[in-house]
């Protein structure tokens, strides 16, 4: 009987075990759309067996529980990527609109800042056509309309720069709200996970944190340490701490020299969160970096063609036949005082075109050598050691360029994303024979792309006979 | 590679290059596998005088596909590092797994002893 009874024990446990896991398996099929669901596995454990009398009777098994299958590495590996990916993604759509500034109006499309490379090129010839004719006041007023379409085009980029950079400046400021509410779920989840599964996985709990983790991966770099208890301390890249255990640290912000500057306590991490990845990183790298460089360099251009023409024409003597003076300067565009802020400040102050000083000093009014020279500073070095026209298509160049980098970034990082969840979703739920399986797979695919590489790299530096091959092996 | 433009009887260089970018993203074993072979083929047949290179301006067409894909050839190099550092993850987790492995065999070298002791156990208990 006693052997009845314990087979019947064992089958009724056995069957308790089995509801429970079909339970857990009910839950993993329930929650197969849920976003950052992690698939969860029933845990067995054999009861002990008794032993009466030297005989031993076998206590059947129970099911203690569920464990999700998370590999917290490479969780955090995304993590990692997902933070470079949201950083170079939203610095790439700041870049996009600086460039579209700097691009030509064609067709439907239309740019705020003109075409300033043609805008410096008609300038410049507008006092060729002068030399021609010195007194012709058709020419005079073809010099100072030229001058207002240059003007008025650098002046609006400038213009648009600094909307830009307001805009940025928004967007970077309402990350911190999210951020703030995030790391407060984040402490609320550790306490409870540190309450109730101390020593064990805390299924839907910890993907409820590594979701908002995730989420909270796209918007700021951070570092994740794993406390006692199986908490979880949270740091920006830079090392200021944003959770530990139940408490969080909330980011603030502040105006600092007209833009939006963050907090965490009393320490300013602005410059740190630029570097730190997440799309706030890339927003302030936009805001910071990208925007005053270029606003910097049409600073220079405007600096040095209205100094550079205002000193030209003032050296000459207008049709009136006076020569400038410094009480009485004969100025084509405001005069700057300092390089930062000339762009947006550039306008066209001579409104006489008989002040357009196309003789030279102490010749006749219808002399043109003042004319000639000033239409040879478009082959002149003033600006920052080139002439005009150079340097602004350098500096459109090296903007373009910066595009073309930033979107090989993101798209680089976009894939390692792409690659990285889609061994995550693979891996969760897979025994080991299907892990080896999946890693095969991307040992394939790495062999096979590097032999394509390899080959194409061979093949293109042998067509444009580049002599030094790109590496990677 | 049928779905791809072709000229001269070959892929786009740049075509080839994108797709293998997205191949890798997906890590799509078998399209990255067809497409080493297309490389080998090109390849090959680059070196030995491809009757469909052989007129003047399919020739002349290929430094101007080289310099097209140029861009995107910075590109694919990209992602094949991420895809290196990405594997190089991968094969710790799989270390790290295969630790905890070992450890269960070990485990499980103990159990198997414990369950041999309970067949004897249970072997006397049936012969008495």
Redesign the interface.
């Given at each position: 009987m006693g052997t009845i009874n314990s087979a019947l024990s064992i089958a009724s446990q056995a069957l308790d075990a089995d509801q429970q896991a079909l339970n857990v398996v009910a839950n993993n099929v329930a929650n197969a759309n849920t976003p950052g669901y992690t698939e969860e596995k029933p845990n067995w454990q054999e009861n002990s067996?008794l032993n009466i009398d030297?005989?031993?009777i076998?206590q059947g098994v129970t099911e203690t529980g569920a464990t999700s299958v998370r590999?917290k590495?490479?969780t955090a590996?995304l993590d990692q990527?997902q933070q470079l990916a949201s950083a170079s993604g939203s610095r790439l759509t700041a870049l996009d609109t600086l460039q579209a500034l700097f691009t030509p109006d064609s067709g439907s499309s239309s740019s705020m800042a003109g075409d300033i490379g043609s805008d410096i090129t008609s300038f410049f010839d507008t006092f060729s056509s002068l030399e021609a004719n010195p007194t012709n006041n058709s020419d005079r007023q073809a010099v100072l309309s030229a001058a207002k379409t240059l003007s008025g085009d650098i002046s609006n980029a400038a213009a648009s720069l600094d909307s830009q950079r307001s805009a940025l400046d928004q967007e970077a400021s309402g990350v911190t709200s999210q951020v703030n509410s995030l790391t407060s779920a984040i402490a609320q989840l550790n306490q409870q996970i540190m309450t109730t599964s101390p020593n064990a996985d805390a299924g839907t709990l910890e993907d409820q944190r590594q979701n908002d983790l995730s989420q909270l991966s796209k918007l700021i770099g951070i570092n994740q340490i794993t406390t006692e208890n199986n908490g979880l301390a949270i740091t920006t890249t830079s090392g200021a701490l944003l959770v530990s255990g139940n408490s969080s640290y909330q980011m603030t912000t502040g105006t600092v020299n007209g833009v939006t500057d963050f907090f965490v306590g009393n320490t300013d991490i602005t410059s740190k969160l630029a570097t730190g990845g997440g799309s706030l990183g890339g927003y302030l790298t936009a805001r910071d970096t990208d925007i005053p460089s270029v606003l910097n360099s049409l600073d220079q251009l405007a600096y040095g063609i209205s100094t550079e023409v205002n000193t030209q024409n003032n050296a000459g003597t207008d049709l009136d036949g006076v020569t400038g003076t410094t009480a009485n300067p004969l100025y084509i565009f405001s005069q700057p005082t300092a390089v930062s802020g000339s762009a947006a400040s550039m306008s066209v102050v001579m409104t006489d075109p008989n002040k357009i000083a196309a003789a030279g000093a102490g010749e006749g009014t219808g002399d043109n050598s003042n004319a000639m020279t000033m239409a040879s500073l478009a082959n002149k070095t003033i600006v920052n050691g080139q002439t005009p026209s150079n340097y602004y298509s350098s500096f459109v160049s090296t903007l373009g360029s910066t595009v073309?980098e930033v979107?090989?970034?993101n798209?680089?990082?976009?894939?390692?994303v792409?690659?990285?969840q889609?061994?995550n979703d693979a891996l969760s739920g897979v025994n080991?024979n299907d892990?080896?399986s999946t890693?095969t797979?991307?040992?394939?695919?790495?062999q096979?792309?590097?032999?394509?590489?390899a080959?194409?790299?061979?093949?293109?530096a042998s067509?444009?006979n580049l002599g030094e091959q790109?590496t990677?092996s | 590679m049928q779905e791809m433009g072709e000229r001269g009887g070959h892929p786009k260089?740049k075509e080839?290059?994108v797709e293998?970018?997205q191949?890798?993203?997906?890590?799509?074993?078998d399209r990255?596998?067809e497409?080493?072979l297309s490389?080998?083929a090109?390849?090959r047949d680059?070196a030995q005088g491809d009757p469909a290179r052989r007129d003047g301006d399919a020739r002349a067409s290929?430094?101007i596909?080289?310099?097209q894909?140029?861009?995107d050839?910075?590109?694919?190099?990209?992602?094949?590092?991420?895809?290196?550092?990405?594997?190089n993850?991968?094969?710790?987790?799989?270390e790290?797994?295969?630790g905890r492995?070992e450890y269960r065999a070990g485990h499980m070298a103990y159990g198997e002893s414990q369950i041999q002791q309970?067949r004897r156990?249970?072997s006397?208990?049936g012969n008495n």
């Open positions: 067996p030297g005989v031993t076998g590999d590495v490479l590996r990527q073309s979107q090989s970034e798209t680089a990082q976009t894939a390692s792409t690659q990285l889609t061994q080991l892990e080896a890693l797979t991307f040992e394939r695919s790495y096979a792309a590097s032999q394509v590489f080959i194409l790299n061979s093949i293109m067509a444009l790109t990677v | 260089l080839l290059v293998a970018s191949a890798l993203a997906r890590l799509d074993a990255l596998e497409l080493a490389c080998q090109l390849n680059l290929l430094p596909e080289c310099k894909a140029q861009g050839m910075a590109v694919f190099a990209r992602v094949l590092e991420a895809t290196r550092a990405n594997l993850v991968m094969n710790r987790l799989r790290l797994r295969a492995l309970w156990m249970e006397g208990h």
